[in-house]
């Protein structure tokens, strides 16, 4: 019997130091939010860098500079939803119920929901980057043309991959995405949260 409640407490012993390893993440998180200050320098040099040239800039350079700002909006926004949606999923809830400026989806993400943004984010940043290579081609060269093939291809794979997890998730999830559209006879299985 004293053998039994010797392993019953290394048992919750251990289990409690794997739910409070949880926390290690933590300065991940916060480095990210740390790179955001990185990313908004760069984002002020580029927008300072336009207002300087935008006089005698063509309309072409314009809007390479605008795309370029787009893409650092967008790298911005998912470091935000990474940073916020990862912490509530994986080390602990952030209490904001009596702030009103707290962002509607804080809080609704799950993990799949996290990987669903992510690979949208991604995408639209991928679309972002090639567009902008469209649009800085003056001359067409086998290298350039190369280069311009490599980055449609890798643009493809981030789509066709993000189609393929959205419908992955859809049919893990019975094909509904709102527990109360599923017919009276399936079974819901509540999702879990980890903490």
Do not use: C
């Amino acid at each position: 019997m004293a053998e039994k409640t010797l392993a019953k407490r290394v048992e919750i012993t251990l289990e409690s130091w794997l739910f409070s390893s949880r926390w290690l993440l933590a300065p991940f998180y916060f480095g990210l939010a740390l790179s955001l200050i990185i990313l908004m320098i760069k984002f002020l040099m580029e927008l300072f860098h336009l207002a300087a040239v935008a006089f005698s800039s063509t309309e072409s350079d314009v809007i390479l500079g605008l795309l370029t700002l787009v893409d650092l909006t967008l790298t911005g926004s998912l470091l935000i939803i990474v940073i916020f949606s990862g912490y509530e999923n994986f080390v602990s809830k952030m209490d904001h119920s009596d702030d009103g400026d707290r962002p509607a989806w804080m809080g609704t993400i799950d993990f799949a929901a996290l990987k669903l943004k992510m690979l949208s984010s991604i995408v639209a940043i991928s679309a972002v980057q090639l567009l902008r290579q469209f649009m800085s081609l003056t001359t067409v060269t086998p290298e350039r043309e190369k280069e311009l093939m490599w980055l449609v291809i890798i643009h493809v794979v981030f789509v066709v991959s993000s189609v393929l997890l959205a419908l992955s998730d859809r049919i893990a999830g019975g094909g509904h995405d709102n527990p109360s559209e599923a017919p009276a006879d399936a079974k819901v299985i509540p999702k879990t949260e980890t903490h």
